[in-house]
Each structure stands twice: as structure tokens, then as C-alpha cells.
């Protein structure tokens, strides 16, 4: 079964970046769509951003201005980055392939996800 593995969370101040890393086992990460998703305490996990094979990307509303999702082939890495965090940005980070209907459900099982945390 594929297993995602995301790191790169920590605690930032309001303003600030940060990059998170998602890699995974075999080919999964160069040869699947990969998309980042977060839970907001006491919200639904939600979508984030993909980035497809061919590097084509999408970005939620909330994060679209001042994010970017980048693949790294040789490495097996799917990157996040955000600038300008923002306290509502506070969530554990997920990754994991998108369901092509609908890119709020995935289809592996979930990673224990990388804590974000953005003081004011």
C-alpha cells in the first residue's frame, strides 16, 4: 500500500514561509497527481493544492496568491511552500493523490501530516 510521508511543519511567525516535503514510496510521487490538503482544528480536511505529473497546478482560494507546489522527480518530492503565513494558515498538513472526480477525497491512506502552527 503507498504510503505518504509528509515533514517540514514547525511553528512560524505571522508573515512568515515555510516549505513542506512529501515524499513516498516507489513511483508515486513522479508518476501520480499529488495533492497537499490541511485540517483546520475544528474544520474538515480541505484541499490545498495538486500538482499534476505534467506539473500543471491548482490552488485553493485561501493559499492561491502566496503558495507554490513543485515536484521534484529525481528526488521523489512534492514541495508546499506558502509566504505570508497567516494564523488561519494553523493546521496539520496532509498529502496524498487526489481523487480525480473530486480533489477533496484521496485515495491512499493518510500520513500522520505535518503540524503548522503561525503565531500573530
Known amino acids: 500500500q503507498v504510503q505518504l510521508v509528509e515533514s517540514g511543519g514547525g511553528l512560524v511567525q505571522a508573515g512568515g514561509s515555510l516549505t513542506l516535503s512529501c515524499t513516498a514510496s516507489?513511483?508515486?510521487?513522479?508518476?501520480?497527481?499529488i495533492a497537499w490538503y490541511r485540517r483546520i482544528p475544528g474544520k474538515e480536511r480541505e484541499f490545498v493544492a495538486r500538482?499534476?505529473?505534467?506539473?500543471?497546478?491548482n490552488y485553493a482560494d485561501s493559499v492561491r496568491r502566496r503558495s507554490s507546489i513543485s515536484r521534484d522527480g529525481a528526488r521523489k518530492v512534492v514541495f508546499l511552500r506558502i509566504d505570508s503565513l497567516k494564523p488561519e494558515d494553523t493546521a496539520v498538513y496532509y498529502c496524498?493523490?487526489?481523487?480525480?472526480?473530486?480533489?477533496?477525497?484521496?485515495?491512499?491512506?493518510w500520513g500522520p501530516g505535518t503540524q503548522v502552527t503561525v503565531s500573530s
Open positions: 496524498n493523490i487526489p481523487w480525480s472526480r473530486n480533489w477533496n477525497e484521496a485515495l491512499a491512506a
Open positions: 516507489g513511483s508515486t510521487v513522479s508518476d501520480n497527481p
Open positions: 500538482i499534476s505529473p505534467d506539473g500543471s497546478a
